[in-house]
């Protein structure tokens, strides 16, 4: 019993030690949180002053920059004021001294009357222009200083809009004036900066002996030497009464080429029979071909052309065989490719593409099995299936409007085409029908009424038409040209173009005795 009395009282000491420590804890921590709460309320008040301080400091700065700025906008609105009070000022002097002349000059004329009025007039717009400037400030000093300032920014650009206006049709007009004279400036510079041989094809070569006896042994018993140098070759051999010579007869360059060289190799060594003969020929294609690609491939080089691909360039070889109306087509397509790279270089485009263009722009009428197709559509589908440059295909198809231009190179090329082509001595025509040509011509202008002479030039370039001025007048003489030159282009086949001129002039003479 007792030892259960003395557990029974340790017990209860112990809950009483706890409890005791319990609120010393909990005394602890609300002494605690109150210095907490104390710190922070301190802080919160030194934060909120600093605040305080902070946004009066914001508040005096904003309204300096305010009163800044209102100031400034009264400043301008004074210098305007002033400006409008000098010009008022202005205006009132000129119209006392109007005023006075008007009183100086009264009773002079009726015609200076009415000058006068007319200067009434106006000073009456000057003043209405004046009151309307006034009452515009006077609604613009009711406004907000952003809504002033709008308002001036709009009348700065109206007026920025109109000298621009004004500007852009000067500069338009300027253009129209000079870019006539601008483009054959640049025409004639690429002309005289391109130099170019002159050669001139035709459908039949000479072959010349050394003597009569050397015919017997080409034509062979029976002509059978003659007709297998005609099979192999594919060109007609005549053997006529021309002395000392066979003239060898085909439309092909490259195919009479080969038998001219054929036949000098068979003379030379002197065995001429069929065997050798095919032997030969063999041998002189073969290496027309390899020259062939050798000239190509010099023609890029000394024109600076990379890249190209091998059958193109085989292609470029084959037109120094090729002529077009008497002009060789290589001669022409290097001088159409260096007009070209001038001209583009002139015109700030890229002259390398240029180049490249000019000189494929033929390229369709060299390829060894010949389509259906214009010889500018063809040239297009070789440069696309070779990958060339789109801007090239493009100038190659469209250099006689055969598809449409889709850049700048495209005109350029057509361009240069007709220079080559046109250019005196560039090719050759029958004079039969050079002749014919420049009758129909003079015909053709002589049926129209009014005219009374007519005169072809310039090699059938310029045709002169002269008509008499009692007759015709000059909006006639405009339409008589346009008329003239229509029906020249659809009833008429010719190289390059043809200038028109119709003259109309009205003469007086008399005599000093």
């Known amino acids: 019993m007792t030892v259960i009395l003395i557990v029974i009282g340790a017990v209860a000491g112990g809950g009483l030690g706890v409890l005791l420590t319990t ?40 309204k300096s920059e305010h009163d800044k700025q209102v100031s400034e906008q009264n400043n301008k609105l004074q210098t305007v004021e002033q400006k409008l009070k000098q010009r008022e000022q202005v205006l009132t002097q ?10 100086e000059l009264k009773g002079v004329s009726e ?28 609604h613009i000093a009711g406004m907000t200083a952003e809504e002033a300032k709008q308002s001036l920014v709009d009348m700065m650009k109206e007026e920025a809009r109109a000298e621009a206006s004004n500007s852009i049709m000067d500069i338009v007009e300027e253009a129209k004036i000079t870019a006539n004279e601008q483009a054959k400036k640049i025409v004639i510079q690429s002309i005289q900066r391109t130099a170019t041989e002159h050669a001139i094809e035709n459908t039949v070569s000479v072959f010349n002996l050394e003597n009569e006896e050397v015919k017997g042994r080409i034509i062979g018993r029976e002509g059978r030497n003659i007709r297998t140098l005609e099979n192999l070759t594919g060109v007609e051999v005549i053997v006529d009464d021309s002395p000392d010579a066979i003239i060898l007869s085909g439309f092909d360059p490259v195919r009479r080429e080969i038998a001219r060289l054929s036949l000098h190799k068979l003379v030379t060594d002197g065995r001429i029979h069929p065997a050798r003969i095919e032997e030969v020929v063999a041998k002189t294609r073969k290496q027309i071909e390899q020259e062939i690609a050798e000239v190509g491939k010099r023609t890029c080089i000394d024109l600076g052309i990379l890249n190209m691909n091998h059958e193109l360039t ?4 084959r037109m120094k065989y090729r002529s077009s109306y008497g002009q060789n087509l290589l001669q022409h397509s290097r001088e159409v490719a260096n007009l070209a790279a ?3 270089a002139e015109l700030g485009l890229n002259p390398k593409l240029a180049k490249r263009a000019g000189l494929l722009h033929d390229i369709g009428k060299v390829p060894e099995n010949e389509p259906d197709l214009p010889h500018a559509l063809l040239g297009m589908q070789l440069a696309e299936k070779y990958k060339e440059h789109p801007d090239v295909c493009n100038a190659i198809g469209a250099h006689h409007d055969e598809t449409e231009m889709k850049s700048l190179i495209a005109p350029i090329i057509q361009v240069c085409d007709a220079i080559s082509g046109a250019r005196p001595g560039a090719r050759r025509e029958v004079v039969e029908a050079y002749i014919n040509r420049l009758n129909k011509l003079e015909q053709m202008a002589m049926t129209y009424p009014g005219v009374v002479k007519t005169y072809a030039i310039q090699a059938g370039r310029e045709l002169r038409v002269i008509v008499g001025a009692d007759k015709i007048n000059d909006a006639e003489a405009v339409k008589l040209s346009y008329d003239l030159s229509r029906q020249i282009q659809n009833e008429m086949t010719y190289p390059g173009q043809i200038k028109v001129t119709v003259i109309r002039e009205t003469r007086a003479i008399n005599f000093a005795k």
């Open 314 to 317: 085989r292609m470029v070889g």
């Open 111 to 138: 015609n200076l009357n009415n000058q006068i009025e007319v200067l009434h007039k106006r000073q009456a717009e000057v003043e209405k222009v004046y009151k309307d400037s006034v009452s515009k400030l006077e």
């Open 342 to 344: 001038t001209m583009a």
């Open 94 to 103: 000129k119209v006392e001294e109007l005023q006075k002349k008007s009183n």
């Open 23 to 62: 609120n010393v804890l909990r005394n602890q921590l609300l002494s605690k949180s109150q210095a907490v709460l104390k710190d922070a309320e301190e802080k919160g008040e030194v934060i909120k002053k600093e605040k305080i301080l902070q946004a009066k400091e914001k508040y005096l700065q904003l």
